[in-house]
């Protein structure tokens, strides 16, 4: 049997053995207000229990209401916590916030700390925090304030640059803040943190850095485009050659397409016949290369990844279902994808079902927890995907979710002084720790769910920006600034960093759109035969003021990708990603639940939201 007819197997078993969700009283736009403010009262219970017990070390141990030092020593609860008081309109807190760490934080101390963590924490943190409090539109500008957390963030990122002198490019996974030593083994999802910083401070060295490791990761891939797990950081050879989307390799597909994505406009979308069409599409300004490389990505974890595989054989390695992996729903629904990121979605959920919380590890084969991966340590990434999936359809369902979730995590996590741990997801024995990302992402992510359906009022869904969310839950605005790239600024009206305006059409040929017409031809809505015209049908452009021509990829990096001859490809018509534009859901799509997903059809009649309104 093939590895993928054995991962199916695997999967129809999994869904065989699970009832359809029952019908549950359905979430009114009443009750989403009364859940909004109750997963606000999460949060201020969890955030208050810190900052009386905790602060300013690193995290909280929420039983004994103690504090601990996880990270670096430097109040990281603190900083992780920023954009969600600023989410929540707590001018108050956010403001002090941001004093104290600006009086306060330093960085020039002798801890070696993860380049990872470190990044996606406390650098994605502070510069999400700084765009918040400098810029008035956001309506949490601190007047006195003078671009501390800006400062601190690039002292942050210049402290953790040795970590990359590699001769492969690979980061180390950890670094000396203080002496600038590096060991162990590290990653390369990097790139949008330490991108935003060199847009912000003009400086290109930590983009160039983070590149290059997403670079020398993909160019090691395998014959069938798979990535492993662990990499040599100075050989370049694969040291655990499992591939996934879960533990290791997630954040990476996660960061090549938001990379891309950080560079879009958002517009409405309509979805028809269970394909996403794009009536108006959204504007690329920015790096082609990580759209070119999460789409081949894309398509290989599409064919391959149903469970744990080699990623030169694609032999089965482990049929685990990992609970990091409940991210990818999220990211299908922002890639377009939404038929199998609502498949996906109910199988991950109906683990959740079963136990009040997913456990780390469940083997898919014996339908039981995998040895030694029982817990649940609080982890946004299903509720993550929920959230995503209900800015996309607008389908109830995933309010019910939402409220099992809350209910799980209030009648099984609650502590004296915050929210537990869960050592054990089938006694639902509790630990005494709370990590950071319960306030950076699992509390935010339910709160925007519930928000979103009761009638947004946050900077999210209302303010002047599009935003990404970067692997941290930290939101970054897709500005002027930091959305169009120096080579990009060529055509009437763009934002440059000197400060004047480009001729806008010089050498621009009279084939391409007039000036002001924003239409997208239907020659770039058809799909790829190859994927070279693939590439060519994303070259950098903007259609919001004439057509900026670019180099090819081949031209710009010196090399091409060919199609791998040994895969072939047996792809449903929605999964014919080619002709996607990477996308960020800002309106819900016109779309009925039956015509993406039959199964559901008889159990979740018409979206009473509709009829009352929000």
């Not at 309506?139 to 040795?162: F, S, T, V």
């Not at 990379?259 to 959204?282: C, E, N, Q």
């Not at 639902?428 to 009638?455: C, I, N, P, R």
Request: charge should be negative; glycine fraction near 6%.
């Amino acid at each position: 049997m093939s590895a993928k007819m054995a991962a199916a197997a695997f999967l129809l078993a999994f869904f065989a053995s699970q009832p359809l969700l029952a019908r549950a009283d359905v979430v009114t736009v009443s009750e989403a207000r009364q859940l909004r403010e109750e997963v606000r009262d999460m949060f201020y219970h969890a955030f208050d229990g810190y900052m009386q017990h905790a602060f300013p070390r690193d995290e909280l141990r929420p039983l004994t209401c103690q504090g601990e030092d996880t990270l670096g020593g430097y109040a990281l609860t603190l900083i992780d916590s920023l954009d969600t008081l600023a989410l929540l309109g707590d001018r108050e807190r956010f403001g002090s916030a941001v004093e104290w760490i600006g009086e306060n934080v330093r960085f020039d101390i002798n801890k070696t700390v993860s380049v990872f963590e470190t990044t996606i924490r406390v650098l994605g943190g502070l510069l999400s925090a700084h765009l918040i409090a400098s810029d008035y539109s956001t309506g949490m500008k601190i007047q006195n304030y003078d671009d501390e957390l800006l400062h601190l963030a690039e002292d942050l990122a210049r402290r953790m640059l040795p970590a990359f002198e590699t001769p492969t490019g690979i980061p180390f996974g950890s670094v000396n803040l203080l002496q600038g030593i590096t060991s162990t083994a590290g990653g390369g999802t990097l790139t949008l943190e330490f991108g935003v910083l060199s847009r912000l401070t003009n400086n290109p060295i930590f983009e160039q850095v983070t590149k290059n490791a997403v670079r020398g990761i993909w160019a090691r891939r395998s014959k069938i485009n798979l990535v492993g797990a662990h990499i040599n950081v100075f050989s370049g050879e694969w040291t655990q050659k499992d591939a996934g989307i879960g533990t290791s390799i997630d954040s990476f597909y996660e960061y090549l397409l938001k990379a891309k994505t950080h560079y879009l406009m958002s517009m409405p979308l309509i979805l028809h016949s269970s394909l996403l069409k794009l009536d108006v599409a959204y504007l690329l300004f920015g790096d082609d290369e990580y759209l070119f490389m999460f789409q081949e990505a894309y398509k290989a974890a599409m064919h391959y990844l149903y469970v744990e595989v080699n990623m030169n054989s694609a032999v089965t390695v482990w049929p685990l279902f990992n609970s990091l992996q409940a991210f990818w729903p999220g990211l299908q629904v922002l890639y377009g994808d939404i038929a199998p990121a609502i498949r996906t979605h109910a199988a991950f959920f109906s683990v959740w079902k079963r136990y009040g919380f997913t456990p780390e590890g469940f083997n898919l084969a014996s339908f039981s927890i995998q040895s030694g991966q029982r817990s649940y340590p609080l982890r946004p990434e299903l509720i993550e995907s929920t959230y995503w999936l209900f800015k996309a359809t607008r389908d109830f369902r995933y309010l019910d979710a939402g409220r099992d979730m809350v209910a799980s995590l209030q009648y099984g996590a609650r502590c004296p002084c915050g929210y537990c741990h869960i050592a054990d997801v089938e006694s639902h024995k509790q630990d005494d720790h709370m990590e950071s990302f319960f306030l950076a992402e699992t509390v935010k992510y339910l709160w925007l769910l519930f928000d979103l359906a009761a009638g947004p009022d946050n900077i999210v869904e209302n303010g002047p920006y599009k935003y990404i969310f970067n692997t941290e839950g930290h939101l970054l605005p897709a500005t002027a600034e930091i959305a169009l790239a120096n080579e990009h600024c060529s055509y009437l009206g763009a934002f440059c960093r000197d400060g004047g305006e480009r001729d806008a059409f010089t050498g621009i040929s009279s084939s391409y759109q007039e000036a002001n017409d924003t239409r997208i031809t239907d020659s770039w809505m058809q799909p790829s035969s190859s994927p070279s015209e693939a590439e060519n049908s994303f070259t950098t452009s903007s259609f919001i003021k004439g057509f900026c021509p670019a180099l090819t990829h081949d031209q710009k990096f010196g090399f091409s990708y060919t199609a791998d001859k040994h895969i072939t490809h047996n792809v449903e018509p929605a999964n014919q990603h080619q002709s996607h534009s990477a996308i960020m859901i800002s309106e819900p799509l016109v779309m009925h639940s039956a015509a993406i997903d039959k199964s559901y059809s008889s159990q979740y009649p018409e979206n009473p939201h509709r009829d009352e309104g929000s």
